[in-house]
């Protein structure tokens, strides 16, 4: 089974500075990892995943994560945070094989971008 | 055109009743889901469908009943309603099981038993 930990339930952050927010998973096999971003009131999002080949994966919207197998780690980033950017984030894992793979979700950290 | 639709978005209801969420998606997904976010935010899978039979059943009380009359939609009964199923409802589809597509969701079902 695959379980996933947020590390920081809440990151507060002025616009325009730099954030990073952490994941790790726990899997006996290889995965998939995704973030999702819901904004108030709103259904979940996919900001990005990463499937396989390039560990560094990048969304549209200047988020990165990096998938780190040695770490178990998929921690999201972004150099510079806008005001909209402030959403709860989650991380989430599912394994590569088997038909039931659903994903697993991580229990989220909100992201607060002040000005 | 809303790719996975819910119905209704608030529902707010006495303990005791039986009501249910419909989900449409109309993207030609195979595989449909019913996750459960709670007061915390925390989400958790309780039942998926593939070319409507069920593959995953978590542990859910009998009372929450799913039904997929065809691929494009995934409603959810809940009979007995109590005050710990107060949460969003959240249906969501992918092109397969598997986490591999990653899940177009819906914009959530917000249920408060009273």
């Known amino acids: 089974a695959q379980s996933v930990t947020q590390l920081d339930s809440q990151v507060p952050v002025f616009e325009e500075a730099p954030v990073e927010l952490r994941c790790n998973y726990s899997?006996?096999?290889?995965?998939?990892l995704f973030w999702y971003v819901q904004y108030p009131n709103q259904g979940l999002q996919l900001l990005l995943k990463y499937l396989s080949g390039s560990t560094l994966v990048e969304s549209i919207n200047g988020f990165e994560a990096e998938f780190n197998k040695s770490q178990t780690s998929f921690h999201l980033r972004k150099p510079s945070v806008h005001i909209s950017d402030t959403a709860e984030y989650f991380c989430?894992?599912?394994?590569?094989?088997?038909?039931?793979?659903?994903?697993?979700f991580g229990k989220g950290t909100k992201l607060s971008v002040k000005p | 055109d809303t790719a996975v639709s819910q119905t209704p978005k608030y529902l707010v209801t006495q303990m005791g009743n039986d009501k249910s969420i419909k989900c449409e998606q109309n993207?030609?997904?195979?595989?449909m889901y019913w996750y459960k976010q709670d007061s915390k935010k925390f989400l958790k899978i309780m039942f998926s469908?593939?070319?409507?039979?069920?593959?995953i059943n978590e542990t859910v009380p009998n009372r929450f009943s799913p039904k997929s009359p065809d691929k494009a939609h995934l409603n959810l009964h809940i009979n007995s309603l109590e005050l710990g199923d107060s949460a969003v409802y959240f249906c969501?589809?992918?092109?397969?099981?598997?986490?591999?597509?990653?899940?177009?969701f819906g914009s959530g079902t917000r249920l408060t038993v009273v």
């Open positions: 469908y593939n070319n409507k039979e069920l593959i």
């Open positions: 993207l030609g997904h195979d595989t």
């Open positions: 989430a894992v599912s394994a590569t094989r088997g038909s039931q793979g659903n994903l697993i």
């Open positions: 899997s006996s096999v290889s995965v998939y």
């Open positions: 969501a589809s992918s092109q397969g099981p598997g986490g591999y597509y990653g899940y177009t």
